[in-house]
């Protein structure tokens, strides 16, 4: 038995706070505080802290390893406040603030006051603890008391190491979403019935898993299975697409569906002759004609199974569309235009991107994580949504999760998180395994854009040395 | 020992009185809960009734969270219980809030302090939905999930059964050659290699030299810092499609992907498959009156049904079967109850529609017409066989055998709007069915038909047994001038029966022949102009005197004025009046 957690309404008002926030630091930045242009954006962050102190003495917002917080609460980064968690992120780095406290007592002129004490400009060296101190002067000489703020402190490896049992839960909920999705494809290929309700509850699981702790369930897509390539690529697509809508603001039901759809885009290989599915040398163009025939089976499938249900139609879109291509140029090929939907458009990127990184009886040398980026940018406008393509990079990182990496201080380090900062897209969270002599350590986690001296030199191909990088997921 | 013994006798009784009071509480919220899901529906939002409801089970939450912490409901298959007491039980499957939750999997529900107006009513909404097995989309767990309440919680087991899915287990995802790897020889390789600085490709050698920051940078011809912010343009263009798919159409858009695959898709299992899907679509828009969107879907099938249009003739028989399947009885029969039930039918749309199917639906229609309930649509049903079966007759004839009378009427009507000679055949079979309302309608169905049969027919029914069907017969005679019926009603007037019919008829019959205007009917019509009246048949003679000269007024054939002219020197002055009176009439006519 599992009980839901709720975050939906705190996490809007969080959300609210953050674009508020945002919009009053930017007006100021623009205005003196006279001005009557800082009035409605005063107020309506005044409206947002209230909501948020309802009920509490007061509230917080934090900074952790890139992340916004309120209290405990991971703030959401999606497509609507993406700039202004960005712009927020960045402000508190520039003055080595960790945590901004709102009291209960706190008046508008206080918050106005505090605003522009936060973004005058800075004597010392950004990000020095100099900063910092500036900023706390400040706050005592304008007398403000209901704004408090606490220094950045520096992280360390367990603050970005996933909660163990947040681990174990994901991987239950993936491998019996494997279990499930090779149970539906079974049955639906001998004809029978197949319980979908079982691979719906599993998705909501994941949903709420990714609303909670997005790299703990993104890193388990590291896991790849030789033998069940099919159902293991079908659960990692539907993990990385969900990384993906929830980068775009989906709800959680819009979540759910593009989950399910993402789980059964290849529903349509049940059809194709197991032989040539699991054939050892490359297709040939006859076999290939074969092979481009899974979206559709895959939509003649799923007309059977559901009939015409709001979420069967989207797994319908996504089966047909995953292998289209942005601009149409992939298959099938349509005699008449087509707008490829969004499901559809993000189901080709996780597509091909955990595609071209899986093994597979056709593919025994799969591209690095990297690699697969570098091809699939090249693409970008073509195959692939630029927008979406450039949200995917921003959710796995250009070293995504699971990659093996050496890095400019002779030690091998594992990705284990993107750097949620585009900025940083190139300085991820790296667990060390080695030392710079080459022994295996259970080494701390570094957040390589903490260590500007510390560059990743290259990646590397683990499965070349038979290094199961998974075994740091599960 | 006495008084241990009451100070724990108080103790307990005090306890259980709580204990007691809150399963009272309980119980009773959980039946107004059960309750309300069927009286909220009844009522519209603004009814004072609903809020009377809305506000009594908000009063009782509240007064239960804020006695006694938080309500936690453990759910039996048709029992709920409180502190292990059941303060709900309805053994019944289609009613129990127990089992409508039990079979779902939801074992708890715990309802915490700060619980809502707008929480309660939406859980609401969530119990008192139908759910139906092939409903799978909205289960109630599923529905509860995505509300994501604050204040309700839930717990549950796996879909339909106890047990746990049986998992794959973890290790066989490991590959077996792999073990832990070893770090060492990663390392040994991979540094010397760096310090090397050598790669199998250029991409390498520059990855190897600066990491993939360059390689990227390269692609995009931008600093790495640079190129994975979303601008505000991306933002909004994004944002601005995720609305439009907000509000779109699915099942529009699943007919857009089934009519694409049609296009290309050449296998011909796969083409059926699809084509049933639309057709089964169209169906569904049909029957609730979507015509807006039926139309369209019919017409591209029947592009498609055209040889020229599709790959080969099979798959246009595929199509044009397809279409058949909109014209068997059991869909036609759907359709009439949809249509009898929704008054408001758009006739203009629904007349398209009808008149795209193929000729199968011939006799369906056909068949319908007698249980249409609108005389509007069985008139628009009847209009679209005319049209239908104007090449395909012999398929409407099998309903003029119908037991109903009325379907046979219908089918009469629609052989007339055809109007083909070739129909008469088909009438003369059923010309002395024994409704008269048949009869009456093969009249008007003969007067459409232009040919010398259609005519005979027509004088066939001036000897009618019904009066109603014989003035019909005469009308129609008289607005088709059909003068080859004049002897026919001659001899209605001198045959025996004239005198018993009524004096409405009588007048019809001479005025028709007064309308056709033949000179045939001058001799006769004089015979009774200038007959003298006997003493006994004084009455009689007089009125069908005053018939035949009323026939004289209404003809211009000169005969006519000759005989009246004639009729002005008889010794009788009674007939000298009435011929003196009607060319009066007719001079003043002329100018």
């Known amino acids: 038995m599992n009980e839901k957690p709720s975050m939906g309404k705190k996490d809007a008002s969080g959300k609210e706070f953050i674009n508020n926030l945002h919009i009053l630091i930017k007006t100021a930045l623009i205005h003196d505080s006279s001005n009557i242009a800082i009035t409605t954006p005063l107020t309506k962050t005044m409206d947002s802290v209230h909501l948020l102190l309802a009920g509490r003495d007061s509230f917080s917002l934090r900074l952790i390893h890139d992340n916004l917080f309120i209290n405990d609460t991971k703030i959401r980064v999606d497509i609507e406040n993406f700039l202004a968690s960005m712009f927020l992120t960045g402000e508190m780095k520039k003055n080595n603030t960790g945590k901004i406290t709102f009291h209960l007592q706190l008046s508008a002129n206080e918050l106005r006051q505090f605003v522009y004490a936060f973004i005058s400009p800075v004597s010392k060296a950004p990000t020095s603890n100099e900063t910092f101190e500036d900023v706390l002067d400040k706050l005592s000489s304008y007398s403000i008391k209901n704004i408090t703020i606490d220094r950045l402190q520096e992280e360390t490896g367990s603050l970005g190491q996933p909660v163990r049992t947040t681990q174990e839960m994901a991987a239950n909920i993936y491998f019996k979403t494997i279990s499930v999705v090779s149970e539906i494809m079974d049955s639906t290929k001998l004809k029978n019935a197949a319980n979908m309700t079982k691979a719906k509850r599993l998705i909501q699981s994941m949903v709420d898993l990714m609303l909670q702790d997005e790299s703990t369930i993104l890193g388990l897509t590291t896991l790849k299975a030789y033998d069940e390539y099919t159902y293991n690529h079908s659960v990692n697509v539907s993990i990385l697409s969900l990384a993906m809508g929830q980068r775009l603001g989906y709800n959680r039901k819009e979540l759910s569906d593009l989950g399910m759809a993402t789980l059964f885009h290849d529903i349509g290989k049940i059809d194709m002759p197991v032989d040539l599915l699991n054939k050892p040398t490359d297709f040939t163009p006859e076999e290939w004609q074969i092979i481009r025939r899974h979206p559709v089976y895959g939509v ?171 075994k740091y997921f599960l | 020992m006495t008084d241990a013994k009451t100070e724990k006798s108080d103790y307990n009784a005090e306890d259980d009185i709580d204990r007691k009071d809150r399963i009272k509480l309980a119980a009773d919220l959980v039946q107004t809960l059960s309750k309300s899901g069927k009286t909220l529906k009844i009522y519209p939002e603004t009814s004072p009734v609903r809020q009377k409801i809305i506000d009594e089970l908000n009063e009782k939450f509240a007064k239960f969270l804020n006695q006694c912490g938080e309500l936690d409901l453990r759910i039996r298959q048709f029992e709920i219980t409180y502190n292990d007491e059941v303060i709900y039980s309805n053994p019944s499957k289609e009613e129990s809030l127990a089992f409508k939750f039990y079979g779902d999997g939801i074992r708890s529900i715990r309802f915490t302090v700060g619980l809502e107006e707008k929480e309660i009513l939406d859980f609401i909404g969530i119990i008192s939905r139908n759910y139906s097995l092939d409903a799978q989309d909205n289960d109630i767990i599923t529905m509860l999930w995505e509300k994501n309440f ?310 066939y029914y001036l000897d009618d047994k019904d009066s109603s069907v014989r003035l019909t017969a005469l009308q129609n005679i008289a607005i088709h001038g059909y003068r080859k019926a004049v002897p026919s009603i001659l001899n209605i007037i001198i045959g025996e029966n004239f005198d018993t019919k009524d004096a409405y008829e009588k007048k019809e019959i001479f005025e028709t022949l007064g309308i056709l205007n033949s000179p045939q009917s001058i001799s006769y019509l004089k015979d009774i102009l200038m007959k003298r009246a006997g003493f006994f048949s004084k009455a009689r003679i007089e009125e069908q005197r005053a018939y035949a000269a009323m026939a004289l007024k209404k003809m211009s054939i000169p005969e006519a004025k000759d005989m009246l002219k004639e009729g002005l020197s008889h010794p009788d002055k009674s007939i000298r009046n009435i011929c003196e009176e009607t060319l009066k009439y007719m001079e003043k006519e002329q100018k």
Request: hydrophobic content about 40%.
């Open chain 1, 300 to 470: 003649k499938t799923l007309l059977k199974l559901k009939g015409l249900q709001e979420r069967a139609i989207k797994m319908v879109m996504v089966s047909f569309e995953h292998h289209l291509n942005y601009d149409l140029s992939g298959y099938p090929k349509l005699l008449s235009p087509k707008r490829v939907s969004l499901f559809g458009r993000i189901a080709s990127i996780t597509d091909c991107y955990d595609a071209l990184t899986s093994s597979r009886v056709y593919n025994r040398n799969p591209f690095l994580p990297d690699r697969a980026l570098f091809f699939m940018m090249k693409k970008s406008g073509t195959a692939f949504d630029p927008t979406l393509l450039k949200i995917f990079i921003n959710v796995v990182g250009i070293y995504p999760v699971g990659t093996l990496v050496l890095l400019s201080t002779n030690e091998l380090g594992l990705v284990i998180q993107a750097n949620p900062s585009p900025v940083n897209i190139h300085r991820p969270l790296i667990k060390l395994i080695t030392d710079p002599k080459g022994n295996e350590i259970d080494g701390d986690t570094v957040d390589l854009s903490k260590h500007e001296n510390i560059t990743i030199k290259r990646s590397i191909d683990h499965r070349k040395y038979g290094v199961d990088v998974s």
């Open chain 2, 150 to 459: 604050e204040n309700i919680h839930h717990t549950a087991v796996d879909y339909r059964e106890e047990r746990e899915i049986e998992t794959i287990a973890p290790e066989d995802y490991i590959p077996s050659e792999s073990g832990s790897g070893n770090l060492q020889s990663v390392f040994n390789a991979e540094v010397s290699k760096h310090t090397a600085d050598t790669g199998d490709d250029g991409e390498t050698t520059l990855q190897a030299a600066a990491g993939a920051e360059l390689v990227i940078e390269a692609i995009y011809k931008k600093p790495i810092s640079e190129i994975f912010i979303l601008t505000q343009e991306e933002i909004e263009q994004i944002q601005q499609e995720m609305e439009t798919e907000e509000g779109m159409d699915l099942v529009s858009e699943l007919l857009d992907i089934l009519f694409h695959i049609l296009q290309i898709e050449k296998e011909l299992d796969i083409y059926t498959e699809i084509l049933k899907n639309i057709t089964d679509t169209l169906k569904t828009f049909i029957l609730s009156g979507d015509y807006q969107r039926g139309l369209p879907i019919l017409t591209t099938l029947k592009a498609l049904s055209n040889e020229e249009n599709n790959f080969s003739p099979v798959h246009a028989q595929e199509v044009y079967s397809a279409i058949d399947s909109l014209g068997v009885e059991q869909f036609i029969r759907q359709l009439t109850t949809s249509i009898n039930m929704n008054k408001l039918i758009d006739t203009t749309q629904l007349f398209s529609f009808l008149t795209m199917l193929n000729k199968n639906a011939i006799e369906s229609i056909s068949n319908m017409t007698g249980t249409i309930e609108q005389i509007k649509i069985r008139r628009l049903y009847c209009d679209v066989l005319a049209l239908l079966a104007r090449d395909n007759m012999e398929l409407l004839i099998k309903g003029l055998e119908d037991s109903n009378w009325y379907v046979v009427r219908n089918i009469v009507y629609v052989l007339g709007k055809i109007g083909s000679a070739e129909a008469i055949k088909y009438l003369r079979r059923i010309k002395n069915h024994s409704e008269p309302k048949v009869r009456k309608e093969i009249v008007h169905a003969v007067s459409e038909i232009n040919s010398d049969d259609a005519k005979d027919l027509l004088s």
